[in-house]
């Protein structure tokens, strides 16, 4: 088997979240229990509908500053303190980046609107890839079937001769229900082991045709 391309999820995988010190602070101000404020912002049906473009980041925000009682200004010092941890992986994109021309890679994220500006224009590592495949727009989501379908589509590969990287494990089951091998990101230094062996293990050929 060929492998001719890489896919990467972005949110826990290429971005992490490094300092939890600012949702910390808010998760205590607001009294609410482990995990609640990071449940709250990705999984309220605001955000639900964000990550297939149905709604906008500001939507999510002012749906949440009303259910916890925020003003205007609190609003948006908790948006800005909710993501002020998060770091992009440069040494993961390296790495990525060191994979081309040998292999076409991609994105696979379920995102809210307005992401690509973050890649191409603030974290400028959207030319670490082929494709973009961002959720909120296509209005598709993981693990829907069809965002793995178009990706592949966009690369022109077949599903075994691909390989995805996600930190969510039902992420990580769709892509394998469609063909692609993929691989449970749990630490940089792991997911990197895994790829490298699994690339050894099969014969590579080149991106070209």
Do not use: C
């Amino acid at each position: 088997m060929t492998i001719r391309a890489v896919f990467w999820d972005m949110g826990g995988v290429l971005l992490r979240t490094q300092d939890q010190s600012g949702r910390e602070q808010w998760r205590r101000r607001l009294q609410l229990p482990a995990g609640e404020l990071e449940r709250r912002v990705f999984e309220g049906e605001t955000a639900r509908r964000a990550t297939v473009g149905l709604a906008d980041e500001a939507q999510i925000w002012g749906d949440l500053a009303r259910s916890f009682g925020l003003n205007e200004s609190e609003r948006d010092q908790l948006a800005a303190d909710f993501f002020a941890g998060d770091r992009i992986d440069q040494e993961l994109v390296a790495f990525i980046r060191s994979l081309r021309p040998r292999l076409k890679t991609g994105v696979i994220s379920n995102a809210w609107p307005g992401i690509r500006h973050y890649l191409e224009q603030v974290w400028r590592v959207a030319d670490a890839f082929d494709t973009l495949v961002i959720s909120a727009e296509v209005g598709l989501a993981k693990p829907d079937p069809a965002i793995y379908k178009l990706a592949l589509d966009r690369l022109q590969v077949d599903a075994s001769q691909s390989i995805f990287v996600d930190d969510f494990e039902v992420n990580v089951l769709g892509a394998r229900e469609v063909g692609m091998q993929a691989i449970h990101f749990r630490t940089a230094e792991q997911a990197r082991a895994d790829l490298e062996r699994l690339l050894q293990s099969m014969d590579l050929g080149t991106t070209e045709g």
